[in-house]
């Protein structure tokens, strides 16, 4: 018997599934999912291990490169797994139930078709008898026919009850597997064709962003479907064109913010936590809309990198600008480290930026976004800065395979810390038509200037110089002392007088005192080389002259 129901147009079947075999796999996913998540935790904290020595070196070496191929795949895992699981749920709760109505149904309906063929006999019956001349007779067969109708009105009335539950659980069943089959479309591609799936796992198993690039510009009819997929993994794949990654992360978005927002609601108002994930819900909304573009964005390992510039025009100089000391996902969220980017993209016209942070920062209080002190000890560890080169050096290598960027001028400013990242980062291979220091902290001792590499430094006096005069950073080799780095005097501070005051006067006496109001000076001058303040114009011109040159 072929039935649908009245009303939605339901097919009178069987839903099929087995709810202990979907559990058993719920379980299945959730256990890798969970293994996954425990990787990726060691290694978050492997690549945050302090200390020196080979062994150390290795092992935080290692875990930066699984963090920079891990997450994709935990975001898909965890996806899958709570796809599965609210299909599960949703399975074993209203699939069984319109399943167990199916032949209440059917015997209703043959209940109703039954009484429907005697009422319409019992009618006819009524009608002949009604013309004939037994007045008994006819009302016997009145009665009869209008027992029938009444018991074949209760029969509909029964019937139409069970369709309506029935179309209830069939419904919310049939939702919930539509709601599943596109979740594990973006997670596993389940929604894809058989092409789209392939591609996607072989650009997540390929060797090198090379190898991502060629897979991908391989099948062009093939990408916004990929996209539409898997955006979280697509928007962090090393080798894909930055306006795809940017595109793919853009998407991603309302999943982001979703998070935080879960996250905010557990937090109490007033803590600092809660003050963090404002902000970031903030900026995450602004991404969503386009009014940021985001190449990286991984929330729980301090991994971000923001596009300045407009991607639809092919650059004549690519700028990678790595800040400095201190620096969080708050600083993004806030807009204080891309203000030099932006104003070079701004006044260089076809220059393009990558604002740069993968991981933790030295000093950085990840949690609440802003300053552990107890960490500046950081800024000057040699081992940390080799490691994140190398990390610098495979975004480079990423961001580059792609034509429209790779054969753009490749210059890099780092500010404070972040001249150690970029000068590391050539030590780990990395090559840059210009480096420009931002005041910046120093360079590896295996570090050598690359003879077809031009190398600036613009600083004011700030408490990071005072440092470098006193031999206490990087061992004396800083970009004020390299040969390798040309530099005029310091630029002059909206303070600067406070400085030379206290200076004068502390030669007077016995003993040198420096005031509060000395370091105040001398800390906001190492940040204003990093601003677009009008008190930083003169560095800001000169560095546009260096992007240009």
Known sequence: MNLSSPRRGYPLERIAGDVGTMSRSVDQVEIVAAHLRTLRGASGRAAALPGRGRAVTAARTDAREILSTIGPHVAVAQRLSAALSRYARAYDEHAHRANDLIEQ????????????????????????????????????????????????RRA???????????????????????????????????????ESRDLLQDLLAADSPQEVLALWLLHPELQEELIDAD??????????????????????????????????????????????????????????HGGVQLYLYDRDFSRIVEVVGDLRVAPTHVLTYVPGTFTSLASFYS?????????????????????????????????????????????????????AGRQLA???????ADPATGAAEQDALGHSWGLANVTSAEVAGAEFDKVISLSGAGMPPEWSPDPDTAYADL??????????????????????????????????????AVLDQEEASSLVGPTVNVSPEYIRVLTENHSLIATDDPDNRRALRDMQRLVKK
């Open 105 to 152: 149904i059917e015997s209703a309906h043959a209940a109703w078709l039954t009484l429907n063929a005697a009422s319409d006999e019992a009618g006819r019956g009524a009608l002949a008898a009604a013309e004939g001349d037994d007045p008994v007779v006819a009302q016997a067969a009145e009665e009869l026919a209008t027992d029938l109708i009444r018991d074949r």
């Open 156 to 194: 509909e009335e029964e019937l139409d009850d069970l369709w309506t539950r029935y179309e209830f659980h069939f419904g919310a069943w049939d939702e919930a597997y539509d709601t599943a089959v596109r979740a594990l479309g973006e997670s596993a591609g389940v929604n894809l064709s058989h």
């Open 459 to 496: 600083s004011y006096r700030d408490l990071l110089q005072e440092g470098q005069h006193m031999g206490l950073v990087w061992d004396g080799n800083n970009p004020r002392s390299h040969p390798a780095f040309e530099h005029g005097g310091y630029y002059l501070g909206p303070d600067d």
């Open 394 to 400: 495979r975004f480079e290598a990423g961001m580059r």
């Open 335 to 387: 807009g204080d480290v891309q203000q030099v980017a932006t104003s070079l993209v701004d006044k260089v016209p076809g220059t393009l930026a990558f604002v740069y942070k993968d991981g933790e920062f030295p000093g950085e209080d990840s949690e609440a976004g802003g300053v552990n002190p107890m960490r500046i000890g950081e800024a000057n560890d040699h081992d940390r800065a080799v490691e």
């Open 231 to 288: 955006p979280a993994a697509l928007g962090a794949l090393d080798g894909l064109p930055a306006a795809v990654r940017v595109h793919a992360n853009q998407r991603s978005a309302a999943a982001w913010i979703e998070e935080a927002l879960t996250e905010r609601e557990r937090e109490p108002d007033g803590s600092e936590r809660a003050a963090f994930l404002a902000k970031e819900i903030a900026y995450l909304r602004k991404v969503e």
